[in-house]
C-alpha cells in the first residue's frame, strides 16, 4: 500500500491499494472550506465511487427537514430513550452553534459529497456504522461516573456561547493541532475514543476498500484519516464492529437488589424492633424517594399534575426493576401539555438557547423523564442508606 499526498488538496491524501486508489479528503464537519474541497477534489479525481461518513439514519436525518415532526415522544418515553435522544440533541447543537456562526449547514460537507455524486453519476456508498450501534457501544464502555461526566459535557456544549472564528475550525483540519484535541479528549473518556475513532476507523476503511471502481473518494472527518489509512489494507471483523455489546449483570442485580434489600430491612425491622419501626422506615422511603423525584421534576418546571405523579410513583417503581418514575413522569408532562406540531418544528431552533431549550415541551418532557429518574435515584439511595442506619 502506497501513501501519499501529491494532489492540489492539502487535506487530500491517496493510498494506493492493489486494485483501485482512494482517495481521503480530511474535513472540518462545519465549514465552508470543506464543502468547497468537495468540490475541488471530485473535479480533480473523477471518481467512480463517493464514499462520504455517513450512515444510512443520520443521512435521512440530514436530507428530511421534517424529521423532527415526525418524532413520537411518547415512544421515546416507553423504549426508555429520553437520555439517548437527549444526548444526541447535545451533540447537534454543539454542531449547530458552530454551523450559525460561520453560516454553514452542519455535515453541508457530507451531502455536498451525495450531491456530487448524483450530479456526476458517481456511486454513492453511506461509509459510516449505524449511530444507533455506536451510541450503545459507547454507553455501555463507560462507568457510572463516566457516565455522569460525559452527560455534563454534552449539556454544556448545548449552552455553548463563546465565539468561534473560521480560522479556528479550519485549524481542526491540520493532523498535529486535531490530535492534540483527540488526546485530550481520550484522557477523560479513553474508552469513548477507542469506540467513537477507532471502531469507526476500522468500520469505514472496509466499507471504502470494498466499494466498487478504481478511483474511489472518501469524504470523511479529519479524525478518522489517519486510522482509515492504516486499515485500509487490512482484514477487519466487521461483525465484531457492528453488534451491540452484551448488557453488564450489575444493573439487573442492582434493579433487583435493592427492593429485596429494602424489604428484608423492613422486616429485619420490625422483627427486632417492632412495627412502629418499620412504619417510620415506610414513611422515610416514600417521603424521601418521593421529594427527590419530584424535586426533580420541578427543575424541568413541569406541570403540578407532573410533579404528584412523580412523588407518587418515584417509591413505587424504585421497588419495581420493570418501572421508572421518569416513564410515568413523562407521560403525564406529554398528556397534560400535548406537543403540538409548532414545536416539533421549533425544535432545533429552541436547542440554541438555554431559555429555548428549558421551555420547549419537546425538552422538557425528556427533562421530565430524565430528571425524575435521577431524583428517583438520589432518593433511593438516601432513604435505604437512612433506612440502613435506624436498623442497625
Known sequence: MDNDKKNNLENLTHVKLKNKDVYLLGTAHVSK???EDVQAAVAEIEPDTICVELCPSR???????????KMDIYQVIKDNKALFLLAQLGLSTFYRRIGEKLGVKPGAEMLEGVKQAEDTGARLVLADRDVNTTLKRIWSSLSFWSKFKLLTHLFMSMMFQGDIKKEDIEKLKSKDQLQLVMDEFSKSFPQIQK???????????????????EKVLAVVGAAHVPGISKYLDRDIDIAS???????PIWPVVVKWGIPILILILLVAGFMTQGGAHSVRSIY???LVNGIFSALGVSLALAHPLTIMSAFVAAPITSLNPTMAAGWIAGLVQAWVKKPIVADLENLPQALTTLKGFWLNPICRILLVVVLANLG???????????????TF
Open 376 to 390: 428517583s435515584s438520589l432518593g433511593t439511595f438516601v432513604a435505604g442508606t437512612w433506612i440502613v442506619t435506624r
Open 195 to 213: 469506540t467513537l475513532v477507532d471502531e469507526r476507523d476500522q468500520f469505514l476503511a472496509h466499507k471504502i476498500s470494498t466499494s466498487s471502481g
Open 284 to 286: 422515610i422511603w416514600v
Open 33 to 35: 472550506q470543506s464543502v
Open 59 to 69: 443521512y435521512q436525518v440530514l436530507v428530511k427537514q421534517d424529521a423532527w415532526q
Open 241 to 247: 464492529l457492528t453488534t451491540s455489546p452484551p448488557k
